[in-house]
């Protein structure tokens, strides 16, 4: 009896590893059919983007390309865009060097007084506190289109020097920064509510200051967090049109892409350049895809540890 029982487990032990797969696992009729439904999503959102890059190579210049491979397809329509984009004698290195300057701006003003507001809701307790948490997140509901009157007036009566602040980039930057605060703010503070506080006590018994432990301690451990709001503040930078279309009137130097963008519909659909307008679409689109490419794996977890951490 004692030389049969190893045998019993041993037999035993592969069926019940066995039966325990057979509970983890998948049937593959479901596996059949959530990959179906990730390739109906693939293509749904993969489509359109084929769309356009069929009509940016369609030599024949037609706003619904019959073939996702257009006969004689070629890149002239590139070409045309980068050396002369709009009828105004400006290349596409200039607007993309001034949608980068706003972008730029955006992003780091977002993330620099984003990041010290949010340390200051999170861990700091003071008078009226709640009710400017309440003021913040009323101003995030708000549209941003509805604060462009406002802005006009005010940068508008802003001079420096001979540049009227209304009417530059930087005055746009600055624009669309206030509009991207209060989404930083709530961001980040969110984010900073999971960090221990032990690790803040622990720094201050070591000599730390505040300042220091915010920038030693808490800031490199945002890092995910201060990614996605630099990422989501360089897309509303480098797509802005309200604002641009409204403060930068009378000086084409200063023409972002989304302002030349725009300007390439006619009034008509037969007096669009369609093969130029979708080329013009597609490396518009390219530099904010190769930054999320390089962001991707803070940006996944900046948007996910929220939802982890207690």
């Not at 019940?16 to 479901?30: C, E, K, T, V």
């Not at 989304?258 to 390439?264: C, S, T």
């Amino acid at each position: 009896m004692t030389t049969q029982v190893p045998a019993i487990r041993a037999v035993a032990a592969p069926a019940s590893i066995a039966r325990i797969g057979g509970q983890r696992g998948m049937p593959r009729g479901q596996q059949l059919v959530l990959q179906l439904i990730c390739l109906a999503i693939a293509m749904t959102v993969l489509f359109p983007i084929v769309w356009v890059v069929a009509m940016s190579l369609d030599p024949r210049n037609i706003s619904r390309p019959d073939s996702l491979f257009p006969p004689g397809a070629s890149l002239a329509a590139y070409a045309k865009v980068i050396v002369r984009p709009t009828l105004n004698d400006i290349s596409f290195l200039r607007l993309a060097l001034n949608s980068v300057g706003i972008a730029v701006v955006i992003s780091l003003g977002s993330v620099t007084i984003g990041s010290m507001a949010a340390y200051a809701f999170s861990r700091l307790k003071f008078r009226g506190r709640e009710v400017l948490m309440i003021g913040v997140l009323a101003v995030l509901m708000l549209p941003a289109v509805a604060t462009i009157a406002p802005l006009f007036v005010q940068l508008n009566k802003i001079q420096i020097g001979t540049v009227n602040l209304r009417a530059s980039l930087i005055g746009v930057a600055l624009a669309v920064t206030s509009s991207q605060l209060p989404f930083a703010i709530w961001n980040i503070k969110g984010y900073l509510d999971t960090i221990p506080r032990e690790l803040e006590e622990a720094a201050s018994i070591d000599g730390a200051s505040r300042f220091q432990t915010f920038i030693q301690v808490i800031l490199p451990l945002a890092t995910p967090v201060l990614a996605v709001t630099a990422f989501f503040g360089f897309i509303a930078g480098w797509t802005e049109f309200y604002f641009s279309s409204v403060f930068l009137t009378g000086n084409s130097d200063l023409t972002t892409l989304a302002m030349a963008l725009n300007g390439m519909v006619g009034q008509y659909a037969a007096s669009t350049p369609w093969s130029q307008f979708a080329a013009f679409s597609v490396l518009v689109a390219l530099p904010v895809s190769v930054v999320y490419l390089f962001l991707q794996r803070y940006i996944i977890s900046g948007l996910t540890v929220g939802g982890v951490k207690g």
